[in-house]
């Protein structure tokens, strides 16, 4: 599903199993960028009308496979590709093997994704001036070791990638869990900050930051989590996981 937010913004949305994985196209005067390319090639199709004449670029908010394997659809120049140094590396390691195992078990889905990887790396930070809109990347190691953010200062929005999620954040093996507070608190404080776009789960204003954090130093504090509103099973299992792999993380 394509959603129009402004007239220099527009989400795409696509289904997996039992959660949705969400992208954005920026469209400057001069350029466009697609942040994150979602998980199939097809994933892409809607951009191309929008994008005009502009010079396009593509970041990857980190490398975990819905957010990367639909590239190979996008049927144009790509100026560059853009992400943190470490997910380039992921390139070498993880990305290949996840779509191996993905291609074995349901090839009619992903036969036609290829990896396309970075090839614009940064370490800490990066900004982009797309024309009448700017984009300020910045590390945010906590979900991954390799995740980014990017925000709009012209418009106070926050692409958070699976940096912030709702209704909770997904902790993985990788997950630095110190590092992704001390950042998220930064970004508490930004008065600049309005809207937070993330990867998967609903728009929101900044308590997605409170709800995160809560969640996060519950699990490192070894609080027991209320969760009030109804989880599906992908969130109920999540939840689960990420309760065991802290409890593994601080034995
Ligand atoms: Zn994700």
Redesign the pocket.
């Known amino acids: 599903m394509l959603n129009r937010f402004d007239d220099e913004i527009y989400f795409k949305t696509v289904q997996l199993e039992d959660y949705d ?1 969400r992208g954005a196209l920026i469209l400057g005067t001069e350029k466009a960028v697609i942040f994150d390319t979602l998980s199939r090639p097809h994933d892409m199709r809607d951009y191309e009308k929008l994008i005009g004449n502009r010079e396009l670029s593509i970041i990857y908010s980190h490398a ?1 496979w ?2 990367i394997w639909g590239t190979a659809g996008v049927n144009r120049p790509i100026k560059s590709i853009i992400a943190h140094r470490l997910c380039l590396k992921r390139f070498l390691h993880d990305v290949p093997e996840t779509l191996q195992e993905y291609q074995k078990r349901q090839p009619e889905l992903y036969n036609t994704v290829k990896l396309i990887p970075p090839d614009v790396i940064f370490d800490s930070e990066l900004e982009m001036d797309l024309g009448g809109i700017t984009l300020q990347l910045s590390h945010l190691a906590g979900h991954t070791v390799d995740s980014i953010v990017c925000f709009i200062p012209e418009k106070g929005i926050l692409l958070a990638g ?1 940096s912030l999620e709702t209704p909770f954040p997904c902790i993985n093996e990788i997950s630095q869990m110190a590092n992704w507070i001390t950042e998220l608190e930064k970004w508490k404080k930004n008065t600049e900050l309005k809207t937070v776009i993330p ?2 789960g609903m728009i929101s204003g900044s308590e997605i930051i409170d709800n995160n954090l809560h969640y996060l130093k519950s699990l490192l504090n070894g609080d027991m989590i209320e969760i009030s509103e109804p989880l599906t099973s992908f969130y109920k299992e999540t939840h689960i996981e990420n309760t065991a792999l802290f409890l593994c993380k601080s034995s």
């Open positions: 994985v975990d819905d957010h699976d990867a998967h």
